[in-house]
């Protein structure tokens, strides 16, 4: 017992110590990186500017001076469009806005022809273009691009007439004109993953540390919060997987982004795995809550474990920002094993005993986003676990 007892005290005095430097590391690369996003920001808006300029313009040259077209709105129109739908799934928001470019055209001018112009006209114009698209999609990118267009033909058909199919060119020459300058001018795919997962590591962060609060001060309340946060992220992840199929067009599509192709594949990797790791820290939280309403037996090893999640991902998240891979987010990511094989000697309830699998299924899967294959992930957190039993037991 004695001997138990001095193990437990050598474990957290070292997890103490293995917490401050995590510390003095994540808020040193913190601080970077705050005072970092305005400019990143800026720098991103800034490329989408530009590639919107100088788009518009390819546009407008080419069906303006190649096709003769006297005022070619619409070319300069999709083109913009298409730059601003240009972040995920680029393919299929294009033609999203050129299904919506086509409906407007075809409504608006069929209806002026017969109902004429006005404010009413208009009115009608747009709400009848905009059903129309929402019959061919249910995209927003669609329904904006619909009524915009319908707009546009309701005003500028008394000054312009009969110019359906120029029109319609032109869409299609402005869609093609973006494509192509986001292939010659590429936004930066890494920077566009990591503003996607800024937010959602965050937020993972802040409901892992406050679920091991609570499950360290019996407040079910707290870790139900927790819990239900944790839930509450499939919108951001949804983001996140937009984002990395954004990026991947970027690295297919623009030969100044090839070079990002290795980068990305991490980032790629890294983001598929940290989406079961997700799944399995929702169920984690939601058998700790269970738990600890259940006043079940809650040793500190099982928040403890859960807080060293929370600090695994601060530290994964600086390490692809930085680039300084190291092994240090593995050996936190297996320190929440050790703890969770202390509670589980220790003795835990039905509930617990799923929290501490689970913790089991979440090191699994962030050791496989760190570059683990799955059969050697789950042999070092099976030995992980067995072995501190076994320290435990002697």
């Known amino acids: 017992m004695a001997e138990g007892a001095d193990d437990k005290g050598w474990a957290r ?11 003095g590391t994540v808020g040193g690369v913190s601080r970077r990186i705050n005072w970092q996003e305005r400019r990143r920001s800026l720098e991103l808006y800034a490329i989408l500017a530009v ?11 080419l069906a303006h001076e190649l096709l003769g077209h006297p005022s070619p709105v619409f070319a300069p129109s999709a083109a913009v469009g298409t730059i601003a739908a240009a972040i995920g799934r680029r393919a ?26 006005g404010p009413w006209q208009i009115g009608t114009v747009v709400t009848l273009a905009i059903l129309f698209a929402l019959t ?4 927003g990118s669609v329904v904006t691009q619909a009524g915009g267009t319908a707009v546009l033909i309701a005003t500028l058909s008394p000054i312009q007439g009969g110019l359906e199919v120029p029109r319609v ?38 409901h892992l540390h406050d679920a091991a609060d609570g499950m360290s001060r019996g407040d079910a309340a707290k870790v139900a919060r927790a819990r239900d946060g944790l839930f509450g992220l499939s919108s951001q992840l949804a983001l996140l997987n937009d984002a990395v199929t954004g990026a991947q067009e970027a690295v297919a599509v623009s030969p100044a982004r090839w070079h990002r192709r290795r980068e990305f594949e991490h980032y790629q990797r890294g983001i598929r795995y940290l989406d079961l790791a997700v799944g399995g820290g929702q169920e984690m939280l939601r058998r700790a809550a269970t738990a600890v309403h259940d006043d079940e037996p809650i040793p500190t090893g099982l928040a403890a474990a859960v807080d060293y999640f929370g600090d695994a991902l601060a530290l994964l998240q600086v390490e692809a920002e930085s680039q300084q891979h190291s092994k240090r ?33 979440v090191a ?31």
């Open 13 to 23: 005095r070292a997890g103490s110590q293995v917490e401050a430097r995590v510390a």
């Open 51 to 61: 590639q919107a300029g100088v788009a518009a313009a390819v546009a407008w040259t």
């Open 92 to 117: 299929r928001r294009t033609l999203e806005l050129l299904v919506g470019v086509l409906a407007g055209l075809l409504v608006g001018d069929a209806l002026i022809m017969v109902i004429g112009t």
């Open 136 to 139: 061919m999609s249910r995209g």
């Open 169 to 206: 060119i032109d869409a299609v020459i402005g869609a093609i004109s973006a494509v192509l300058v986001v292939a010659v001018l590429p936004v930066n795919p890494v920077r566009i993953i990591q503003r996607a997962a800024r937010p959602l590591f965050a937020a993972l962060i802040e």
């Open 329 to 361: 987010s593995e050996q936190l990511v297996l320190k929440a094993v050790d703890y969770a094989a202390e509670a589980y000697d220790e003795g835990v309830g039905f509930s617990g005993s799923v929290v501490v699998a689970q913790i089991r299924t």
């Open 364 to 394: 699994t899967d962030l050791l496989r986003s760190i570059g683990r294959d799955e059969e050697e992930a789950v042999a070092v957190v099976r030995r992980r676990f067995e072995d501190r039993r076994h320290e435990l037991q002697r």
